[in-house]
T-cell receptor
Framework: KAGVTQTPRYLIKTRGQQVTLSCSPISGHRSVSWYQQTPGQGLQFLFEYFSETQRNKGNFPGRFSGRQFSNSRSEMNVSTLELGDSALYLC????????????FGPGTRLTVL | AQSVTQPDIHITVSEGASLELRCNYSYGATPYLFWYVQSPGQGLQLLLKYFSGDTLVQGIKGFEAEFKRSQSSFNLRKPSVHWSDAAEYFCAVGLSPAQKLVFGQGTRLTINP
């Protein structure tokens, strides 16, 4: 079974632009979570989607948004990019809310210039 | 608010030596506990998890961890490290399997030949 896939793997943007990252969960998984990883703040939870509904949200500004499609694929969007948004964005999927383990993708490395 | 502390930012051990990585958490109740490993440029791979029951849990790659409620700790151990164990290790907690994960800052492990 294929793992969690994220596209693109690398992105370079400039301040003020917006960006969309994509995550395809493991087949059959219905929950997708997003995390931001930076050297200074470490790994921080962004949001979780389950059956196309946002179920949980971390402490990030409204510039960070996401959605989930009927096939469980998820996208996250960051508008009006700032230098501090440079990070590794990790996506994780799990089967349902009763399942214990989150499986992580390789991440998308976003650099904001 | 829940928090996770990994006191050691960087640890260096010789190949073949034993290893213990420390993790302490602050939570109102017994949380769900995880250890993940991240190799350079990669996502997170689950090593092991603790939900309930036997406080000594076995994971992949020869790792084990022990939950100690009295010390609010969940330390990771391996009796003999291999050069391929060089990576960053993250301890994480969650209120339940469905909730977001809160990660420690990570411990970078270097292996001396």
């Amino acid at each position: 079974k294929a793992g969690v896939t994220q596209t693109p793997r690398y992105l370079i943007k400039t301040r003020g632009q917006q960006v969309t990252l994509s995550c395809s969960p493991i087949s059959g998984h219905r929950s997708v979570s997003w995390y931001q990883q930076t050297p200074g703040q470490g790994l921080q939870f962004l949001f979780e989607y389950f059956s196309e509904t946002q179920r949980n949200k971390g402490n990030f500004p409204g510039r960070f948004s996401g959605r989930q499609f009927s096939n469980s694929r998820s996208e996250m969007n960051v508008s009006t990019l700032e230098l501090g948004d440079s990070a590794l964005y990790l996506c994780a999927s799990r089967f349902t809310d009763s399942t214990d383990t989150q499986y992580f993708g390789p991440g998308t490395r976003l650099t904001v210039l | 608010a829940q928090s996770v502390t990994q006191p050691d930012i960087h640890i260096t051990v010789s190949e073949g030596a034993s290893l213990e990585l420390r993790c302490n958490y602050s939570y109102g109740a017994t949380p769900y506990l995880f250890w993940y490993v991240q190799s350079p440029g990669q996502g997170l791979q689950l090593l092991l998890k603790y939900f309930s029951g036997d406080t000594l849990v076995q994971g992949i790659k020869g790792f084990e961890a022990e939950f100690k409620r009295s010390q609010s700790s969940f330390n990771l151990r391996k009796p003999s490290v291999h050069w391929s164990d060089a990576a960053e290790y993250f301890c994480a907690v969650g209120l339940s399997p469905a909730q977001k994960l809160v990660f420690g800052q990570g411990t970078r492990l270097t292996i001396n030949p």
